[in-house]
């Protein structure tokens, strides 16, 4: 089972680990990565939840994330979970930090308590959806949506300050 760094409300390491079951079940604040890739004519990519994930299954989703295991930095996550669910592999140069959210969630009655601080990064990197290796147990399709698209869609886990932001980024092409 996965170890993750347990963090304060602040998002500072307390020093404690705990198993990713135990951090959800006890609404620790934890860190995950936030990959978002963004095509040079400004589309941005989501990934489709596979219909087994325990939070948020068959909703749309950010190109790719995931927890911080225990001592890995957050560009470190960026780069294995988007190899492991895309099958795409990035650089440390591509990743532009672009902001951090606190994102507070309760799900299932209150019994999966998501307490996650996501550390958000753009990729801005064309995309061929033929050539991507889908992590079949994280991962059900995807898709490119224009910037308006991102925002207009109902179907997307509710991360709204990040899609704002993606969408003003994507708008503003470089």
Same mark, same amino acid.
């Given at each position: 089972m996965e170890s993750i760094d347990v963090l304060d409300e602040n998002g500072l390491p307390t020093g404690l680990t705990k198993p990713k079951d135990a951090i959800h079940r006890d609404g620790d604040w934890h860190r995950a990565a936030h990959v978002w890739i963004v095509t040079n004519d400004g589309r941005v990519l989501l990934q489709k939840r596979a219909a087994a994930k325990e939070n948020w299954p068959g909703w749309w989703d950010v190109s790719a994330a995931g927890h911080c295991s225990a001592g890995?930095?957050?560009?470190?996550?960026?780069?294995?979970?988007?190899?492991?669910?895309?099958?795409?592999? =990035?650089?440390?140069?591509?990743?532009?930090?672009?902001?951090? %959210?606190?994102?507070?969630?309760? !799900?299932?009655?209150?019994?999966?308590?998501?307490?996650?601080?996501?550390?958000? %990064? !753009?990729?801005?990197?064309?995309?061929?959806?033929?050539? !991507?290796?889908?992590?079949?147990?994280?991962?059900?399709?995807?898709? =490119?949506?224009?910037?308006?698209?991102?925002?207009?869609?109902?179907?997307l886990v509710p991360h709204a300050g990040e899609?704002? !932001?993606?969408?003003?980024?994507?708008?503003?092409?470089?």
């Open positions: 890995e930095s957050a560009i470190q996550t960026a780069l294995r979970e988007t190899a492991e669910e895309l099958g795409l592999v =990035l650089t440390a140069d591509e990743l532009q930090h672009v902001g951090t %959210f606190r994102d507070p969630v309760v !799900l299932h009655g209150g019994t999966y308590i998501d307490n996650e601080i996501h550390e958000v %990064f !753009l990729v801005r990197r064309d995309v061929d959806l033929g050539t !991507l290796t889908l992590q079949e147990e994280e991962v059900e399709a995807v898709a =490119l949506v224009t910037a308006d698209e991102l925002l207009s869609r109902r179907d899609h704002a !932001l993606i969408r003003q980024l994507a708008s503003a092409r470089t």
